[in-house]
Nanobody
Framework: QVQLSESGGGLVQAGGSLRLSCAAS????????MGWFRRVPGKEREFVAA????????QYSDSVKGRFTISRDNAKKMAYLQMNSLKPEDTAVYYC?????????????????WGQGTQVTVSS
């Protein structure tokens, strides 16, 4: 079993930055991709970013491309999401996700484990 724990959320003004962290614990196996999703009330969970098992391939949603950067440190079993130039529409609960395999599948129903989520609020 794998446990994921996010941290780093909070309240920030538009144009500001936040860095989310995700710590993985438990038996993760060798090949797993790490991703970030977000959800606002009344909407489906939305893909934000993902990094493949060795960090050489990253994917982003069009809405965050150029502003957010995903990274991972496999030795520490950590994943990060650096969020710059934040906008009010980025306000959501952000979830860390782990997907087994070598190929990133940026769909919520393809993820194997989820964190509990961390709130990000961007004020205008």
């Amino acid at each position: 079993q794998v446990q994921l724990s996010e941290s780093g959320g909070g309240l920030v003004q538009a144009g500001g930055s936040l860095r989310l962290s995700c710590a993985a614990s438990g038996r993760t196996f060798e090949y797993y991709n790490m991703g970030w999703f977000r959800r606002v009330p009344g909407k489906e969970r939305e893909f934000v970013a993902a990094a493949n098992w060795d960090g050489t391939n990253t994917q982003y949603s069009d809405s965050v491309k150029g502003r957010f950067t995903i990274s991972r440190d496999n030795a520490k079993k950590m994943a990060y999401l650096q969020m710059n130039s934040l906008k009010p529409e980025d306000t959501a609960v952000y979830y860390c996700a782990l997907q087994y395999g070598r190929i990133v599948i940026p769909r919520a129903n393809s993820q194997n484990f989820w964190g509990q989520g961390t709130q990000v609020t961007v004020s205008s």
